[in-house]
């Protein structure tokens, strides 16, 4: 098990992961895009899961290392967003809900009934 966050008894940094399972590593040259399924646990006790899609890059060594750049995908998303990539993986075109976002603009939330539902985490 490996743990991250500021050290701190019970801060809310601590996390503690209990597993993580590699769904799928798809190959892009000396790099790879990986979709994970993360379970951990808080400093105060609570198991929280999620998943998250990430570029891997390989070391001069062979070593795989995440990237700076990621995207988690809480319990609560995931549905809305399988959906959308599902359509889009069927060929589906669709015109943006939003325009998009100008500098100093503020971003505005979606209508409510296209916001997902659920918990943050996915529970287990």
């Known amino acids: ?6 050290g701190g008894n019970g ?28 379970r951990a646990r808080t400093g105060q006790g609570r198991d929280v899961a999620w998943h ?13 290392r995440p990237g700076k750049q990621g995207i988690t995908i809480r319990g609560g998303e995931l549905r809305a967003v399988a959906d959308a990539l599902t359509k889009a993986a069927s060929g589906g075109t669709g015109t943006p809900r939003e325009p998009a976002q100008q500098p100093g603009r503020p971003a505005t939330a979606p209508p409510a009934a296209e916001t997902a539902s659920g918990d943050d985490d996915i529970p287990f």
């Open 11 to 38: 801060s809310r940094g601590d996390l503690e992961i209990i597993s993580e399972i590699v769904m799928v590593a798809i190959p892009r040259g000396d790099e790879e895009l990986r979709v994970t399924f993360t």
């Open 52 to 64: 998250s899609l990430r570029v891997f890059w390989k070391t001069d060594a062979g070593e795989w």
């Open 1 to 6: 098990m490996a743990s991250s966050g500021s």
